[in-house]
């Protein structure tokens, strides 16, 4: 697959960390908030520059804590729906004499299909975790070492690693 365009992120810096809840991994895990310069590209050539950005990281996935993950109910009514609409023709349609053994196996299929679709989006829905009440249960950073280089962290003006320069910052 060739990327023709997209986005190029320059001079990463790490500028603070955290105890976070990352819905990814589903566990409490330290996030960096980095800030780049946001560079759209076309064919690899960079061409627009759209700023710099601060963004949270999880440090143990490399995500963002808070995107959802998951499949949202409505997505999956909505494969259920479209599921319906394309099984209800070969129910209507009167197969030639050469067709038959084909279109029941195309209807049988298609029930399958349908049968699993509707667990997915009923039964074999798994409510995600939420945000709010993982953020409440986490812990905030209350060590005196850097996770990242291992320096002193020191609490004048505020907590913060003289070694690499990140900021202790709470949710």
């Given at each position: 697959?060739?990327?023709?365009?997209?986005?190029?992120?320059?001079?990463?810096?790490?500028?603070?960390?955290?105890?976070?809840?990352?819905?990814?991994?589903?566990?409490?895990?330290?996030?960096?908030?980095?800030?780049?310069?946001?560079?759209?590209?076309?064919y690899w050539?960079?061409?627009?520059?759209?700023?710099?950005?601060?963004?949270?990281?999880?440090?143990?996935?490399?995500?963002?804590?808070?995107?959802?993950?998951?499949?949202?109910?409505?997505?999956?009514?909505?494969?259920?729906?479209?599921?319906?609409?394309?099984?209800?023709?070969?129910?209507?349609?009167?197969?030639?004499?050469?067709?038959?053994?084909?279109?029941?196996?195309?209807?049988?299929?298609?029930?399958?299909?349908?049968?699993?679709?509707?667990?997915?989006?009923?039964?074999?829905?798994?409510?995600?975790?939420?945000?709010?009440?993982?953020?409440?249960?986490?812990?905030?950073?209350?060590?005196?070492?850097c996770p990242?280089?291992?320096?002193?962290?020191?609490?004048?003006?505020?907590?913060?690693?003289?070694?690499?320069?990140?900021?202790?910052?709470?949710?």
């Amino acid at each position: 697959m060739i990327i023709i365009h997209g986005v190029y992120r320059f001079a990463p810096k790490h500028l603070a960390f955290r105890n976070d809840f990352c819905l990814t991994c589903k566990a409490t895990a330290v996030s960096v908030q980095v800030r780049s310069l946001y560079v759209g590209h076309l064919y690899w050539i960079p061409l627009l520059p759209l700023g710099v950005w601060k963004k949270w990281v999880c440090s143990v996935c490399g995500h963002d804590p808070h995107a959802i993950v998951q499949t949202r109910r409505f997505f999956k009514i909505l494969l259920v729906i479209l599921v319906v609409l394309m099984t209800l023709p070969l129910w209507f349609v009167a197969p030639g004499a050469d067709q038959v053994k084909i279109l029941w196996l195309g209807r049988l299929l298609s029930l399958v299909a349908l049968c699993g679709a509707i667990w997915w989006a009923t039964l074999g829905h798994r409510a995600a975790p939420s945000l709010r009440e993982r953020l409440a249960a986490v812990v905030p950073y209350e060590a005196r070492t850097c996770p990242f280089c291992g320096g002193d962290l020191f609490d004048n003006p505020r907590w913060h690693c003289p070694a690499c320069g990140l900021e202790r910052s709470r949710l």
